[in-house]
């Protein structure tokens, strides 16, 4: 069974210039010392645009694209409570002490946070410690939690996002998301590529309802499909999925993509691709991870390279989560063969 696909042409449009082979990015990464890992990108046809920006995608997703020095947040923090749990545990007590005493406390305090640039006036520092250590208690998850809320806004201030510098790589990245922003042909694409697996879906349910009510065995069946085509076509839903949250500021896979069902409940696309497909696979005993094996890697919290995922506890979680109302419109157009008793 073949997905529906666009076909690109022999000559590039200058559109399609901009949308780099693979050896242009391999180009970028050795001016940070650095290579690809032997095979990478390899599930790409780079003669087609389409391919290349799925590829630019899974790049920009999988590579190192900034240097970045700056402390990490959570490690900040946890400096900070150490430094206040300190000074706690040494009994101070501020009701006992002159404010010139309070004063010189504070300010010893503040210069032991974990703080990139020394400035000049501490103020900001040290109203939030002074806030904090009215109630401190060592060792208390609430107070822990505090800090974090204090800080937050400090944080800049200690760790600039200059600190923070682009690769050769990143450079290179940023300059190809640039050229294609907002491209009405990508978002053809995405479209497109999300029809293509909505469609493989409606025919291989349609599949199992015959072979079913024939009363054949379906695994008798499952040599007629191409499973690595439609397990490799869910990762490339993903990262199109991961470039718009990136790129395009969105946060549902319905911002982007539309279903061709008028009166469809709403996520109704996500359920499609996540849990009917994975019915799918189940039904016809199918493993997807035996054919994303070499990609596991890339997508760590992805079903279809994780087994982990492949459990009646995962599935129930998403269903009470998300997907309580797409099943009875689903059983309703597609009958229950996948959802018996309706779950």
Known sequence: MQAQSNPSTTQETPFETLLPRLSAYEKALNEDNRMFSQGFCSHFDQSKWEDRFLMFIFIARNCRLENDTRLPFHKYIERIVRVIDDNVMDQVNPSTMSDLDWECLLEEIVYELPIEFKKSDFQEEINAITE???????????????????????????????????????????????????????????????????????QLTAKINQV??????????????????????????????????????????????????????????????????????KAFGVDPTEYTKELKSYYYDMWACHTQYHTDEYWGYEIEDFYTECIPYWIKHNGDTLFPNGK
Request: charged share 25%.
């Open 212 to 281: 079913t009510s024939d009363g054949e065995e379906l695994f008798l069946h499952k040599g007629d499909i191409d499973w690595k085509e439609l397990a490799i076509l869910r990762l490339k839903m993903d990262d199109l999925e991961w470039y718009y949250r990136n790129y395009e500021d969105t946060n549902v896979l319905s911002d982007w993509f539309s279903t061709p069902y008028e009166d469809q409940e709403w996520n109704y696309g996500s359920f499609m691709i996540d849990l009917v497909l994975f019915r799918i696979f």
């Open 132 to 202: 904090l250590m009215k109630d401190w208690i060592v060792g208390d998850s609430d107070c822990q939690s505090k800090v974090k809320y204090a800080f937050l806004g400090l944080y800049g201030k200690h760790y600039p996002n200059s600190m923070i510098k682009k690769t050769s790589l990143g450079e290179f990245v940023w300059q190809v998301a640039e050229n294609i922003y907002l491209d009405n042909r990508i978002h053809a694409l995405a479209q497109s590529v999300g029809n293509s697996l909505i469609f493989m879906i409606e």
